[in-house]
T-cell receptor, first 113, second 116 residues
Framework: KAGVTQTPRYLIKTRGQQVTLSCSPI?????VSWYQQTPGQGLQFLFE???????NKGNFPGRFSGRQFSNSRSEMNVSTLELGDSALYLC????????????FGEGSWLTVV | AQTVTQSQPEMSVQEAETVTLSCTYD???????LFWYKQPPSRQMILVIR??????QNATENRFSVNFQKAAKSFSLKISDSQLGDAAMYFC?????????????FGTGTRLTIIP
């Protein structure tokens, strides 16, 4: 069974640009979460989607947004990129019920120059 | 707010030996889940072991076991017979098992080095 797939794996953007990252969850999983990992802040929760609805949101500015499609695939978008947005963005999926195991993808490395 | 603390930024262990990674957490909830995730150089987070707070028995997965002390809010990971493939960052994480709450709160991680 295929795992959580994230694309692209690596990308470089310029300050002020926007970026879209994609995540395909494990088949049958309806919940997709996004995390930002940086050396300074560690792993921080961005948001979570379930059946195309955002259920939870972390403490990030409005430049960070996401969405989920009917096939459970998810995208996250960061607008007006800042140098501090350089990070590993991890996507995770689960069936969405209480206590279900959460599985992670390999992440998308974003570098902002 | 829930917090997870890993006080050991780095640990090292001789191959085939046993090592224990520490984790403490702070919560006012009575029901929750605790996890240890491993992040190798590939950066994919891999679930190592999970513990439900309502279970008194410590979880075990092959060479990995936990020492869960609910009153002390402590959740340590013991790796027995350490192998070179165990080298990675290890993160302790906490989650409330409510429907609609998939948020994991992570500690800062412990980098484990295996010495051949």
């Amino acid at each position: 069974k295929a795992g959580v797939t994230q694309t692209p794996r690596y990308l470089i953007k310029t300050r002020g640009q926007q970026v879209t990252l994609s995540c395909s969850p494990i088949s049958g999983h309806r919940s997709v979460s996004w995390y930002q990992q940086t050396p300074g802040q560690g792993l921080q929760f961005l948001f979570e989607y379930f059946s195309e609805t955002q259920r939870n949101k972390g403490n990030f500015p409005g430049r960070f947004s996401g969405r989920q499609f009917s096939n459970s695939r998810s995208e996250m978008n960061v607008s007006t990129l800042e140098l501090g947005d350089s990070a590993l963005y991890l996507c995770a999926s689960s069936r969405g019920a209480a206590g279900n195991t959460i599985y992670f993808g390999e992440g998308s490395w974003l570098t902002v120059v | 707010a829930q917090t997870v603390t890993q006080s050991q930024p780095e640990m090292s262990v001789q191959e085939a030996e046993t090592v224990t990674l520490s984790c403490t957490y702070d919560t006012s909830e009575s029901d929750y889940y605790l996890f240890w995730y491993k992040q190798p150089p590939s950066r994919q987070m891999i679930l190592v072991i999970r513990q439900e707070a309502y279970k008194q028995q410590n979880a075990t997965e092959n060479r990995f076991s936990v020492n869960f002390q609910k009153a002390a809010k402590s959740f340590s990971l013991k790796i027995s017979d350490s192998q070179l493939g165990d080298a990675a960052m290890y993160f302790c994480a906490y989650r409330i098992p409510n429907f609609g709450n998939e948020k994991l709160t992570f500690g800062t991680g412990t980098r484990l080095t295996i010495i051949p």
